[in-house]
RNA sequence: GUGGGCGUAGCUCAGCUGGUAGAGCACUCGGUUGUGGUCCGAGAUGUCGCGGGUUCGAGCCCCGUCGUUCACC
């Protein structure tokens, strides 16, 4: 480790691209390969910061555009940082706001297809004039979705406000494209998206000797490109090697919307060009098959909304597959959602205390649900971390595919 | 007792001057990947209170009847 607090060590031999390492921030370790649940507003919606602790959470992430927006990042500041304010003593994330840009955008209302095969361009085109946010070569203006307001998030702005909200690990703000735009859109995207990365290194330089007194905050970089091998492979070179004010990245993001089939083989294209020795993050993916897929190509941090948000819809994680714990079968079924699970749901409740409270709309559905969901999640890559140790990590997928049912082909 | 209103999906109700029934909720199921506790999508559901009549055709018009509710003696 360096004077900075900040450190990143593998700990396997080599296995492809494939490797269990440990990052170590101001306020702890991470055991990589690991997934980190998501608490946009510096919270995980319905649990308790201490309840994620107990579940196996090592760091949790949060939004920049969100926070910035409510309750603003000054406050954060304020109050000693994301981690103090919410009462949660391990290392954080934060996300810089470029993906919001995309949600709030051309994305807004479900264009973010991760199938190319369902999407329209009409679709596109229908949403445009609705959307929020307008990208330019130097920055993004948008609309606040909670007031109306205008607002503008240029690089420097994004690392001014991740600097005050104060999370260990920080994403350099990036343009997030769909699978949709056309491919000389992609190429300006990654275009744009480099020069914010050197503005992003600069500011951050900047922000970081004027703030000496706080923790050290790593940034990371975030490769976009699509589903392109040049544009990929371009984008990963790029800020693989970026240096700007003395520094250079201390992790990588990979971002964009991903095209479920390929996933495997985009990140690897990436994987292959990027740094060996520095943490590689996945952006917002978290579905169990895609967690292995992930972890062979050489992802060492996952994070994603997928658990929490459909265990608010009563959708719950099975070694066997994925089900709706609302449906009817479960209304008499007086055992855990999963057997094999050792989450403090599953030891103290059943499927039919679940399906009631879900019937009744009761908030603690949603919370009881979502520890599920997450310990499931971050229990599957806590195995596929020992199993990397232990050298088995092909029979820990090959033995979970097997028994698990992709969603829609569950069987009770 | 007299006069009026209302009886349509499990619930609350739409159905314009007659052309073989719809909505919301509920119900059954699917979806949600750097989070708008949302939202989207698919599906099932009816002797239109009952019995007659008029009409090519009645939820709708006419007669009777039952239920319910209000008003007035």
Not at 244 to 254: A, E, H, Y
Not at 258 to 274: A, F, M, P, Y
Request: charged share 20%.
């Amino acid at each position: 480790m360096n004077s900075s607090g900040y450190s990143f060590e593998i700990t396997t031999s080599a296995q492809g691209l494939a490797r269990a390492g440990t990052i170590t921030t101001p306020h702890g370790p991470i055991q990589t390969p690991c997934f980190t649940p998501v608490g946009t507003k510096a919270t995980v919606k319905s649990v308790l910061p201490e309840s994620m602790k107990d579940l196996g959470a090592q760091v949790l992430l949060a939004n920049a555009y969100h926070l910035y927006l409510q309750p603003g990042a000054e406050i954060l500041d304020e109050a000693g940082g994301l981690g103090k304010f919410m009462n949660w003593s391990g290392p954080t994330i934060t996300d810089s706001g470029g993906f919001q840009v995309l949600s709030l955008g051309v994305g807004f209302k479900k264009i973010l297809a991760m199938d190319a095969k369902t999407f329209r361009s009409d679709d596109v085109i229908a949403h445009k004039k609705d959307r929020l946010a307008h990208v330019d070569q130097d920055g993004v203006t948008f609309k606040s979705h909670i007031d109306g307001s205008m607002h503008r998030f240029t690089p420097e702005v994004s690392m001014q406000v991740q600097h005050q909200i104060g999370a260990d690990i920080i994403f350099a703000f990036d343009e997030c494209t769909t699978l949709h735009n056309t491919r000389k859109y992609q190429e300006a995207a990654v275009e744009r998206t480099s020069a914010w990365a050197i503005r992003c290194l600069d500011e951050h330089k900047r922000l970081t000797d004027l703030r000496i007194e706080h923790p050290y905050q790593a940034l990371f970089g975030v490769i976009q490109g699509a589903q392109y091998e040049d544009l990929r492979r371009l984008a990963a070179k790029d800020l693989g090697a970026m240096i700007s004010s003395g520094i250079s990245f201390d992790g990588f993001g990979i971002g964009g919307a991903l095209d479920k089939g390929n996933l495997g083989t985009i990140i690897s294209w990436v994987n292959q060009e990027l740094p060996e020795d520095k943490p590689k993050h996945l952006l917002g993916i978290g579905a169990p098959e895609d967690l292995f897929v992930g972890v062979e190509n050489g992802v060492d941090m996952f994070d994603c909304v997928l658990p929490s948000r459909i265990a608010r819809t009563s959708a719950v994680y099975t070694m066997t597959g994925r089900f709706n714990v609302s449906n009817a079968p479960y209304r008499r079924q007086f055992v855990p959602i999963d057997e094999e699970c050792d989450c403090y749901t599953c030891m103290n409740y059943t499927r039919a205390y679940l399906h009631h409270l879900f019937r009744g709309k009761e908030i603690l559905a949603a919370t009881l649900a979502t520890i599920h969901n997450e310990r499931f999640i971050i229990r599957l890559v806590e195995k596929m971390r020992q199993a990397l140790i232990d050298g088995t990590f092909a029979d820990l997928k090959a033995d979970f595919m097997s028994r698990y049912a992709a969603p829609g082909e569950w069987k009770d």
